[in-house]
């Protein structure tokens, strides 16, 4: 059983970078073909997926973020890493991190498709 858990700050301040990471347990990140992904969900929103990085390392973004957001991988400790940039409160949102068998973008209830494990979610906040 895979188990996916999102960890970091849940208030960021305007202007700065949040950073989460998402801790995978019960599988390793760097085999199979999968996608480790990032998800959020602005309240009163649908899904939006962010973007993902596969198990060889490669990583895809959504283009409406992709010149704020990095995605990066600790192999030694299992964990995929999201560094969203230059936040404003619109980034307010609950963040997931999900694993997906496929690269491209999806929206709402569209995510389901495709995406066998999720973390919990957490709430981010940003706001000074």
């Known amino acids: 059983q895979v188990q996916l858990q999102e960890s970091g700050p849940g208030l960021v301040k305007p202007s700065q970078t949040l950073s989460l990471t998402c801790t995978v347990s019960?599988?390793?990140?760097?085999?199979?073909?999968?996608?480790w992904s990032w998800i959020r969900q602005p309240p009163g929103k649908g899904l939006e997926w962010m973007g993902v990085?596969?198990?060889?390392?490669?990583?895809y973004y959504n283009p409406s973020l992709e010149s704020r957001t990095s995605i990066s991988r600790d192999t030694s400790k299992n964990q995929f890493t999201l560094n969203l940039s230059s936040v404003t409160p619109e980034d307010t949102a609950v963040y997931f991190c999900?694993?997906?068998?496929?690269?491209?973008?999806?929206?709402?209830?569209?995510?389901?498709?495709?995406?066998?494990?999720w973390g919990q979610g957490t709430q981010v906040t940003v706001s000074s």
């Open positions: 999900a694993r997906r068998d496929n690269p491209y973008y999806c929206s709402g209830y569209g995510c389901y498709d495709g995406t066998d494990y």
């Open positions: 019960g599988g390793s990140i760097t085999t199979s073909n999968y996608y």
């Open positions: 990085i596969h198990a060889s390392g490669v990583t």
